[in-house]
Nanobody, 122 residues
Framework: QVQLVESGGGLVQTGGSLRLSCTAS??????MGWFRQAPGKEREFVVA????????TYADSVKGRFTISRDNAKNTVYLQMNSLKPEDTAVYFC?????????????????WGQGTQVTVSS
């Protein structure tokens, strides 16, 4: 069983940047994704990356502002978040995609981290 640990969250002003990290306890050859959940809302897809970094999928709400990357030698996935907005405030989770045709579907993810809080002040 793979364990995922997120880090890098915090409090930032509107327009600021944060870089999240997600480190896995073992190497994974699966796609990895980031999701977020704001208070009172459902968990939503943010971005995903294939195992070889050859393919990425972004939610429309973060395109042009967020960038996902991974370093398989370090078993780590990164989420660079720029031009942050108050509506980006949420707990951010990374997860391992177990396969399937809908990489934006959280039910296709098997292992999840505990989440890291991102708060963007206006």
């Amino acid at each position: 069983q793979v364990q995922l640990v997120e880090s890098g969250g915090g409090l930032v002003q509107t327009g600021g940047s944060l870089r999240l990290s997600c480190t896995a306890s073992a190497r994974t050859f699966n796609a990895m994704g980031w999701f977020r959940q704001a208070p009172g809302k459902e968990r939503e897809f943010v971005v995903a990356i294939s195992w070889d970094s050859g393919s990425t999928t972004y939610a429309d709400s973060v395109k042009g502002r967020f960038t996902i990357s991974r370093d398989n030698a370090k078993n780590t996935v990164y989420l660079q978040m720029n031009s942050l907005k108050p509506e980006d405030t949420a707990v951010y989770f990374c997860a391992e995609h177990r396969g399937g045709r809908h990489i934006e579907d959280l039910t296709e993810y098997s292992y999840w981290g505990q989440g890291t809080q991102v708060t963007v002040s206006s």
